[in-house]
């Protein structure tokens, strides 16, 4: 039976591609996303520029998956909001909050 535990590598793999995303996102942030390049991305980050190609084939797959990450977190706050019981206007209080 294969074990459900994270190797070393899929640790390491995590962690590198969330701090490339935490630099991509502080970049994409102060200089917009014209303005923002992979060797930036890489400078913030504090690895070597290849290092973010390995894990993604682009800067713009970088925003693809930023968006992606973002857009499933603002559904998950707000989707069970609008849709649980209760009047309307209660629904939408919540989801303003």
Not at 15 to 20: N, P
Not at 41 to 66: H, M, N, P, Q
């Amino acid at each position: 039976m294969r074990s459900s535990k994270p190797t070393k590598t899929d640790v390491v793999v995590d962690f590198r591609r969330a701090q490339i995303l935490d630099a991509a996102r502080q970049n994409f942030t102060r200089q917009g996303v014209a303005d923002t390049t992979v060797d930036g991305i890489a400078k913030t980050a504090g690895v070597a520029k290849g290092t973010v190609y390995l894990y993604f084939a682009s800067k713009d797959e970088v925003l693809r998956e930023i968006l992606g990450q973002d857009l499933q977190a603002f559904h998950d706050c707000t989707v069970p909001v609008i849709r649980q019981a209760g009047p309307i206007d209660d629904r939408l209080a919540a989801f303003v909050e």
